[in-house]
């Protein structure tokens, strides 16, 4: 009975962890005017990109800007080939890539769905343990995302956790790791 206990403890923690803390902010309280018409994000997500140079910088860029559609399918190979697979199909699956392309292969959704893509690695501020990478994604011909995901290793097993998701410019997912706690 006790190790059913402690079992289902560590399987409840490790929920609380991932938990979307998106949904606590309210668009007039985490966003102001600009004098331009557009609008900045205030609000607690410390990787929004607003925050870039505030709560975090960008470490490398892994993936200079690039457009896949004006790439060959063999340089196409080579961009994913420096991702493991797993983040990849964390993107794609994000942005419902999958759906939208009648689950075409990657090399294919990015050739023709994706217009252009940034990878970088990042150092946090607020959370300088974690090992963050950062996908900024341009789709629909002006629209972009920015999700930035913590790469996770135990052991040999390497995992990614989504610390943030925006879709220009919304917070659409911001984890409780990279919340800031203590603001507002």
Same mark, same amino acid.
């Given at each position: +009975?006790?190790?059913?206990?402690?079992?289902?403890?560590?399987? &409840?923690?490790?929920?609380?962890?991932?938990?979307?803390?998106?949904?606590?902010?309210?668009?007039?309280?985490?966003? @102001? !005017?600009?004098?331009?018409?557009?609008?900045?994000?205030?609000?607690?997500?410390?990787?929004?990109?607003?925050?870039?140079?505030?709560? &975090?910088?960008?470490?490398?860029?892994?993936?200079?800007?690039? !457009?896949?559609?004006?790439?060959?399918?063999? $340089? @196409?190979?080579?961009?994913?080939?420096?991702?493991?697979?797993?983040? @990849?199909?964390?993107?794609?699956?994000?942005?419902? +890539?999958?759906?939208?392309?009648?689950?075409? #292969? %990657?090399?294919?959704?990015?050739?023709?769905?994706?217009?252009? @893509?940034?990878?970088?690695?990042?150092? #946090?501020?607020?959370?300088? %343990?974690?090992?963050?990478?950062? &996908? *900024?994604?341009?789709?629909?011909?002006? *629209?972009?995302?920015? +999700?930035?995901? *913590?790469?996770?290793?135990?052991?040999?097993?390497?995992?990614? $956790?989504?610390?943030?998701?925006? &879709?220009?410019?919304?917070?659409?997912?911001?984890?409780?790791?990279?919340?800031?706690? *203590?603001?507002?």
């Amino acid at each position: +009975m006790f190790k059913m206990l402690l079992a289902l403890s560590v399987v &409840f923690s490790g929920s609380v962890l991932a938990q979307n803390m998106a949904e606590k902010e309210n668009y007039k309280d985490a966003y @102001i !005017d600009m004098p331009d018409g557009s609008s900045r994000y205030v609000g607690k997500c410390s990787t929004h990109e607003d925050y870039e140079k505030f709560y &975090f910088k960008t470490k490398k860029v892994l993936q200079k800007y690039t !457009d896949p559609s004006q790439l060959s399918d063999t $340089e @196409i190979k080579g961009i994913l080939a420096k991702f493991d697979k797993e983040v @990849i199909t964390l993107v794609l699956k994000t942005l419902d +890539m999958y759906d939208i392309s009648n689950s075409a #292969s %990657e090399v294919s959704i990015l050739k023709d769905y994706i217009d252009d @893509i940034t990878v970088e690695s990042l150092s #946090s501020v607020v959370r300088p %343990e974690l090992d963050l990478i950062r &996908f *900024n994604v341009g789709v629909g011909g002006g *629209n972009g995302s920015f +999700m930035v995901f *913590n790469k996770v290793k135990k052991g040999s097993i390497v995992s990614y $956790e989504m610390m943030s998701y925006t &879709f220009d410019s919304d917070l659409n997912y911001c984890d409780q790791k990279v919340w800031l706690q *203590n603001s507002k």
